[in-house]
């Protein structure tokens, strides 16, 4: 069955430092595009990052650009999200993604606090 289970988060001081990491299982993970979303209490969820299957081509939402780097290891079947200089503002649960033919896969999420 697929699996995508996060890792990477905590506390951390704004202009800190945090990678996430999704390990996938269950499908073809290099032949996806996969993403990371988050959710702030109170609050939608939200995409943060794209890339495409061969990790040619990524996209990011406004606020964390220049900030935050989607990348993968499609040999380790693992998404990664490097964030730096970390705002109050990132603090969420986040979650990586992927839609297959037969409906969308979340993980279970990990929390990113930032908090001084």
């Known amino acids: 069955q697929v699996q995508l289970v996060e890792s990477g988060g905590g506390l951390v001081q704004p202009g800190g430092s945090l990678r996430l990491s999704c390990v996938a299982s269950?499908?073809?993970?290099?032949?996806?595009?996969m993403s990371w979303y988050r959710q702030a209490p109170g609050q939608e969820r939200e995409l943060v990052a794209g890339?495409?299957?061969?990790?040619?081509?990524?996209d990011y939402a406004d606020s964390v650009k220049g900030r935050f780097t989607i990348s993968r290891d499609n040999v380790k079947n693992t998404l990664y999200l490097q964030m730096n200089n970390l705002k109050p503002e990132d603090t969420a649960v986040y979650y990586c993604?992927?839609?297959?033919?037969?409906?969308?896969?979340w993980g279970q999420g990990t929390q990113v606090t930032v908090s001084s």
């Open positions: 890339i495409t299957d061969t990790g040619g081509r990524t």
């Open positions: 269950g499908f073809t993970f290099r032949t996806y595009f």
């Open positions: 993604k992927v839609t297959l033919l037969h409906g969308n896969y």
